[in-house]
């Protein structure tokens, strides 16, 4: 029998969905099932499920008889192309809610895309020169997203089946999350403390742009409360809202707060900036050596740090920030200071060994 309140966490072990699963687990109101391809040892009460959602056949006989309430997706794979990507994560999705169909025990499905709803793919990312801030009734970008095409899946399953459905929007997230492809908080983290070891200036990696232009973010616990409140209110059904933290900076700024947490010199903006990538090419020895130095988690850097991404936020040349108008005038009225999510993650790091 289905239970009151059973939340299918589908990525559990990544960014967005292990704070998701903390966030309900504080609750004490939820049974929890979660889905992912290398589910973590210690379950704590979790149901875990070793699944590739891009196997169908896999996922239809896995799911029979997982009967949750509320599925929330927080799960994506890269591909080379959009092309690709609109084929294989909208796979997933459409594989996943075939596999629940069945068991018509769904009330709502919650999807997690991004700002890329605005932006455009990577292949073409930026390139529209959007307006901010982001709202959620913009028009469409012309050309494939595989954002669109998950949408456009969940709003069928939802007219089939008859749940109802959210979709939620962060910025870049921060948040607690180890060998994640889209962690900025951990990478920056990672890059600090081998500044600090190395004596090299922590410099600000990105575009003029970025540095001067007002942007914000979204800490991973409030996109967990967002989510849990969107597929529990009435008010959340059947819409798509922003969600990031409702503050707003530089990252000029941002970055006079990252380097005084680890007690760097500011480098601010050099003459030439240099990507993470570039930058930290042939530094996992160092890391490996400082793994050993202060007694850390052995975790190997290519784990903790995604350059790439975070090197995709700070280099873009576009502005980027959005409203929450909608999620305020919807009851939702969380609010998560953007330097102080940083503290707390430096904090969480430092305290389990993962950074020095």
């Not at 095409?149 to 997230?173: K, N």
Request: with cysteine; net charge neutral; glycine share 8%.
């Amino acid at each position: 029998m289905t239970q009151e309140k059973h939340a299918l966490v589908v990525g559990y072990t990544g960014i967005a969905g292990g704070n998701l699963v903390e966030h309900l687990r504080s609750t004490g109101e939820w049974q929890i099932s979660g889905v992912a391809r290398k589910p973590l040892p210690d379950a704590d009460g979790l149901k875990p499920i070793a699944l590739d959602l891009l196997d169908r056949a896999a996922t239809l006989a896995a799911l029979q008889g997982v009967e949750p309430t509320h599925v929330f997706f927080n799960t994506w794979t890269r591909r080379d192309t959009e092309a690709e990507n609109v084929v294989a994560n909208g796979a997933m999705l459409q594989n996943l809610l075939d596999g629940l169909a069945s068991a018509r025990s769904v009330r709502h499905v919650a999807l997690v895309t991004g700002t890329k709803h605005y932006l455009g793919p990577f292949e073409a990312y930026g390139a529209s020169k959007p307006d901010t801030p982001f709202v959620e009734d913009r028009a469409r970008l012309p050309g494939e997203n595989f954002y669109y095409t998950q949408e456009d899946i969940l709003f069928r399953s939802a007219a089939l089946h008859g749940h109802t459905w959210s979709v939620h929007r962060p910025h870049t997230i921060i948040g607690y999350a180890l060998g994640n492809a889209m962690n900025m908080g951990v990478t920056l983290a990672v890059y600090a403390s081998i500044c600090k070891e190395t004596g090299q200036p922590f410099v600000f990696p990105g575009s003029r742009q970025q540095y001067e232009a007002v942007t914000d973010m979204t800490d991973a616990r409030l996109l967990a409360r967002h989510l849990t409140w969107a597929s529990t209110h009435a008010a959340g059904s059947n819409q798509a809202f922003n969600v990031v933290n409702g503050d707003v900076f530089r990252w000029r700024q941002m970055w006079a707060v990252l380097a005084a947490e680890f007690g760097l010199v500011n480098g601010g903006l050099p003459v030439v900036t240099a990507p993470l990538a570039q930058q930290m090419a042939g530094s996992a020895p160092v890391w490996d050596a400082m793994v050993k130095k202060y007694g850390l988690q052995a975790n190997a850097l290519e784990t903790l740090a995604s350059w790439w991404h975070t090197d995709g936020d700070l280099g873009r040349d576009v502005e980027c920030f959005n409203s929450m108008s909608k999620s305020r005038l919807a009851g939702f009225l969380d609010y998560q200071d953007t330097a102080q999510a940083f503290r707390a993650l430096f904090t969480r790091l430092r305290a389990q060994r993962i950074i020095p």
